[in-house]
């Protein structure tokens, strides 16, 4: 097995090579480089070496990454034949893909190498730049940039912008976090005669007519907390301070218990905004949501019990561990049976218990603990089969009650009354409807037209007790009527 030799051209032209790898490159009799478009390539062969380089693939492949694996096929059935040098721009270990191929290679035994090093683009440009690495930097590709790669508070440097196409995707990715104008550099041929600084607003960044494959482009960090309110550690950083010593003296002084309450007031506010279809609203009442998970989650590191890493690791394991259809080898046809292996794969979690009913109970709320009950035993069958049985029922339970009211105690009435509620559960489950918001529907429902009531009592006789309960009737059903329009 031949050795196919990997050396870095470095950053800039022939002034900047090291002599080590000059001489390596002159003793090469032939050498095959991943791209022409580098300053050094003109001058070495105009030294007499004889280059070879790989830019035609680029031209007949719509993708990169079926442009960095031909390139490693090639070059993988050279070394078959004889010695091969391969030259690529900066260092071979940094932002290089093809090179990360022929490791990969190299694992299988179906290539021998030697990585022969170079200068990698990094050093020229942090000298460009007047920045120092480490405060804490990323260096990212354009080519396969996402929203959450990116960190505000560090530098970030992003190569393989390669042209406008990049730089426009980059640019996109980019403004779903940083403000529209913030300020980033486009650096081209750092380290060399060439090298060029442009400072460009970010949503410029694609408009620049001289981006080519020596372009990296450089996005300053974020110090201000305010400018960086799109990621989720500074929402963590303002929670910690809310709940620090000299923070909030309300936030410091809550427990999970306390909080119990809002997390249920908000998460109506957040159905009623859905009901609504009102899109500000959902994204005011989903955040209020977060900052009730965020406040559990520092308590209890506040606590010293848990930390909002040990909620993200729990909910991740059990996403993947009830979807192997997705993270696994099992095959579903529809969304049934992702729920029945939900179900199998949820019992098998949980420990054994002496009744199916425990765990089901839900203090907060009697309705929801009522739900629970019965779908549980609904799943082995004690159920009616169809809802003309839970419709019998409920008109059997209600009579019942009408009866306890005329002739019954206090203590009766309210047995009755919750066997109806329990009926009214029942049908809720049968039509696949929440009672819990069903009940919140119409709370929200009661207090907007009863302060429709209110406003039209203020604008006209001013007191309740002026009208009537049919005048009062009226109003009712004004503000019925006005919903319906």
């Not at 580098?38 to 030294?47: C, D, G, T």
């Not at 170079?118 to 940039?145: K, M, V």
Request: aromatic share 8%; with cysteine; net charge negative.
């Amino acid at each position: 097995m031949n050795l196919l030799t990997i050396i870095g051209l470095g950053a800039g032209d022939l002034d900047q090579l090291s002599i080590g790898t000059y001489r390596k490159l002159k003793a090469a009799e032939r050498v095959f480089v991943r791209t022409d478009q580098h300053p050094v390539i003109n001058e070495l062969r105009a030294e007499g070496l004889q280059i070879e380089s790989f830019d035609a693939i680029y031209e007949k492949n719509d993708a990169f990454e079926q442009v960095y694996e031909e390139i490693t096929e090639r070059l993988v059935a050279l070394a078959k034949e004889q010695p091969v040098m391969y030259a690529v721009p900066g260092h071979p270990l940094v932002a290089e893909r093809t090179v990360q191929l022929l490791i990969e290679k190299e694992r299988e035994g179906l290539v021998q190498l030697e990585i022969a090093g170079g200068n990698s683009f990094l050093d020229p440009i942090f000298g460009a730049l007047r920045i120092d690495p480490i405060e804490g930097f990323q260096l990212l590709d354009g080519t396969d940039l996402k929203r959450d790669d990116v960190k505000m508070t560090q530098h970030v440097l992003i190569g393989q912008v390669y042209d406008a196409f990049v730089a426009s995707e980059v640019k996109l990715s980019l403004m779903e976090k940083y403000a529209f104008d913030h300020p980033v550099t486009i650096v081209t041929a750092a380290g060399s005669s060439k090298e060029k600084l442009r400072t460009v607003p970010l949503f410029e960044l694609d408009r620049e007519t001289s981006i080519d494959n020596l372009t990296t482009v450089y996005v300053p960090p974020v110090a201000e907390r305010d400018e960086r309110l799109k990621e989720w550690a500074t929402f963590r950083e303002i929670i910690a301070a809310l709940r620090a010593p000299d923070g909030c003296p309300w936030d410091r002084e809550q427990t999970h218990e306390s909080l119990k309450r809002y997390l249920i007031e908000e998460a109506h506010e957040l159905l009623e905004a859905i009901d609504q279809q009102d899109d500000e609203g959902i994204i005011e009442e989903l955040g209020d949501v977060l900052l009730q998970v965020f406040l559990h989650a520092q308590i209890g590191e506040d606590d010293g019990f848990f930390a909002m890493e040990d909620v993200l690791q729990s909910i991740g394991e059990k996403m993947i561990r009830r979807h192997p259809h997705v993270f696994g080898d099992r095959d579903v046809d529809n969304s049934d049976e992702v729920l029945k292996n939900w179900q199998e794969i949820k019992q098998a979690e949980k420990p054994q218990v002496d009744s199916l009913l425990d765990g089901q109970t839900r203090h907060s709320s009697s309705l929801l603990t009522s739900f629970n009950y019965q779908k549980e035993a609904a799943k082995v069958g004690f159920d009616w089969p169809n809802i003309k049985g839970a419709f019998e029922k409920f008109e059997e339970e209600w009579q019942e009650f009408k009866d306890e009211v005329e002739n019954g105690t206090k203590e009766s009435q309210t047995d009755e009354l919750g066997d109806v509620f329990f009926t009214l559960v029942n049908l809720s489950r049968f039509l696949k409807l929440s009672p819990e918001e069903a009940m919140a529907h119409a709370n929200a429902k009661f207090k907007r037209r009863f302060s429709f009531v209110e406003q039209s009592v203020k604008e006209g006789k001013g007191e309740f007790s002026a009208y009537t309960l049919d005048e009062l009737e009226d109003f009712w059903q004004q503000a019925k009527g006005r919903e319906k329009k």
